[in-house]
């Protein structure tokens, strides 16, 4: 499943409006509980653990992928 389909998945949020600008500051669907369940879901589907730092980093898709590539995911 490509990035953008677990993005929409967990914010109930058509999969047309997910692009690397989307994050809790330019939609509020995406608020703190939803960004939990986002690390959850996004660490057992890519098999990654996120570090403090990499949550911060966390806040937009565009981030979101560039955390994982730094992992060694291609998202």
């Known amino acids: 499943m490509k990035l953008e389909a677990v993005i929409s998945d967990v914010l109930a ?5 997910v692009d690397d600008s989307l994050g ?3 939609d509020d ?6 960004q939990m369940q986002l ?3 996004l660490e057992e589907h890519y098999k990654v653990t ?3 730092q990499d949550l911060r980093a966390m806040k937009s898709v ?3 992928r560039e955390v994982l590539l730094s992992k060694g995911v291609a998202a």
Do not use: N, Q, Y
């Open 13 to 17: 949020i058509p999969l047309g409006e």
């Open 24 to 26: 809790p500051v330019r």
């Open 29 to 34: 669907r995406w608020d703190s509980l939803k």
């Open 39 to 41: 690390i959850v879901t």
């Open 50 to 52: 996120f570090s403090r």
């Open 62 to 64: 565009g981030a979101v």
